[in-house]
């Protein structure tokens, strides 16, 4: 089997979407399934205005058109909605090729915080991008629910791993810190919503790993956190495995896969209600939700370590990538294949 998947997000940005999509990639590859992924790495890119860090690609259907062609695939697959998103549907679209979408990110909240563009607009593209698809994948029941209130269409569930072979509670990093430890990890970016965590009135250490555009911004405001930059594989699962609660500030992720890697680590979790967090840990035992992230922090300090590990290892990239695969539309035919 192939599977052709065009996405925005790929190496060297670090994100969920990439870690997804990266990990799915290789462990259909020891099932002898190909992935071909078409990238920025595959076009002339620009910095994206306001995110530096991030590559816009300026894409070309001639170029995706000939990639099907070569490729062959069974199934195609558009993980983002940027401009090879776009370009790839619409290659599609043309040429009567079914495809899936997945709805990983909250763009119109996060366009919302930066450009005041108001949601409903954002949602109304993003709705008719993905109902040409023959399936939306999305990640938790909330966020199912959340769409099919917005006029989604044929949502179907993609849930995610961890990898718990790498994530995990031993040899944690000498942190010259007071105790208790509070840590958040991920995109330093307005949308991620981290003052709502370095404003908190919490006793020992606030820390936060990551990079991003308001860093630098943060650093400033909040003297008294600790930014430790990015890490990445074993220098950040030891750095997760040193805290006693991993800090999930944001509202506009749709699920969050730090939160099941913090775990793995036996850090339980504090975050508000909301979509990811409600789904992954309300009633779990391993983490504290509250409208309240201070009285969330807190009770999350009283969580037994012991439970947070077990609960990560029944989370596998295994059974992700099975969802995947089901979810998949086949193609009956396409150019270059006879029907």
């Known amino acids: 089997m192939k599977v052709l998947v065009a996405t925005d997000a790929w190496h060297p940005q670090v994100n969920g979407v990439v870690r997804t999509l990266s990990t799915v990639g290789a462990l259909a590859a020891e099932r002898g399934i190909v992935f071909d992924f078409v990238s920025p790495n595959d076009f002339r890119t620009i910095p994206l205005p306001s995110y530096p860090e991030i590559p816009l690609a300026l894409p070309s259907k001639r170029i995706i058109r000939d990639r099907i062609a070569a490729f062959k695939p069974d199934a195609i ?66 966020l199912e629910l959340e769409l099919q209130t917005r006029g989604f269409e044929n949502l179907v569930r993609w849930g995610r791993g961890v990898d718990t072979e790498l994530f995990t509670p031993e ?57 430790l930059g990015e ?65 969330a922090c807190l009770a999350a300090l009283e969580i037994d370590k012991s439970g947070c590990r077990a609960f990560a290892l029944e989370r596998t990239w295994d059974k992700s990538l099975n969802q995947f695969l089901d979810n998949l539309a086949p193609l009956a035919k396409f150019v270059g294949r006879p029907s």
């Open 77 to 142: 697959h558009v993980a983002t909605e940027g401009s090879i998103g776009f370009f790839a549907r619409s290659v599609c679209i043309e040429q009567g090729l079914p495809f899936t979408t997945s709805y990983t990110t909250k763009f119109p909240e996060y366009i919302a915080k930066r450009f005041r563009v108001p949601v409903s607009w954002s949602y109304t593209v993003l709705r008719r991008f993905h109902n040409r698809g023959e399936r939306v994948m999305v990640a938790t029941k909330s």
């Open 171 to 227: 040899d944690p990093v000498a942190l010259d810190l007071p105790r208790p430890i509070f840590m958040s990890m991920g995109r330093v970016a307005i949308e991620k919503n981290l003052e709502a965590f370095l404003s908190l009135d919490l006793p020992g250490s606030k820390v936060v790993i990551g990079k991003g555009p308001d860093k630098a911004f943060l650093e400033k405001k909040y003297p008294d956190a600790h930014f």
């Open 231 to 295: 890490k990445v594989g074993k220098e950040l699962a030891r750095h997760l495995a040193a805290a006693d609660v991993f800090v999930f500030p944001s509202k506009t992720d749709t699920f969050g896969n730090t939160q099941q890697e913090a775990l793995a680590c036996g850090v339980p979790v504090a975050a508000f209600p909301v979509t990811g967090p409600l789904d992954l840990l309300e009633d779990s035992g391993v983490g504290a939700l509250h409208e309240d992230l201070q009285q």
